[in-house]
Nanobody, 121 residues
Framework: QVQLVESGGGLVQPGGSLRLSCAPSGIISRINRMGWYRQAPGKQRELVAT???????NYADSVRGRFTISRDNAKNTVALQMNSLKPEDTAVYYCNINRRSSFYDRESDYWGQGTQVTVSS
């Protein structure tokens, strides 16, 4: 079964930067939207950023102007560049890939196992 492999998380000081990357372990066809979500302790998972196949992006208000999402359609990878990090950005970040439906299969979503991002001095 295809899984999403995430990398780039870690500990960083306030104002620092991190770059998260996500790549499927195998081939995923009919990829539509790709994105990143996060979940902090005691809170529900929330959208961080998404990007469509044509490059249209959507960001949460809390990260707009600081984070940048990008994708490589040839490699089916998605990345999240995080700048000017704040302690409130501390959370587990999850990669998501949405797969369009076809005559044979229903629409589906793939999720990464999550990578920890901690912003602290």
């Amino acid at each position: 079964q295809v899984q999403l492999v995430e990398s780039g998380g870690g500990l960083v000081q306030p104002g620092g930067s991190l770059r998260l990357s996500c790549a499927p372990s195998g081939i995923i066809s009919r990829i539509n939207r790709m994105g990143w979500y996060r979940q902090a302790p005691g809170k529900q998972r929330e959208l961080v950023a998404t990007i469509t196949s044509d490059g249209s992006t959507n960001y949460a208000d809390s990260v707009r102007g600081r984070f940048t999402i990008s994708r490589d359609n040839a490699k089916n990878t998605v990345a999240l560049q995080m700048n000017s990090l704040k302690p409130e950005d501390t959370a587990v970040y999850y990669c998501n890939i949405n797969r369009r439906s076809s005559f044979y299969d229903r629409e589906s979503d793939y999720w990464g196992q999550g990578t920890q991002v901690t912003v602290s001095s």
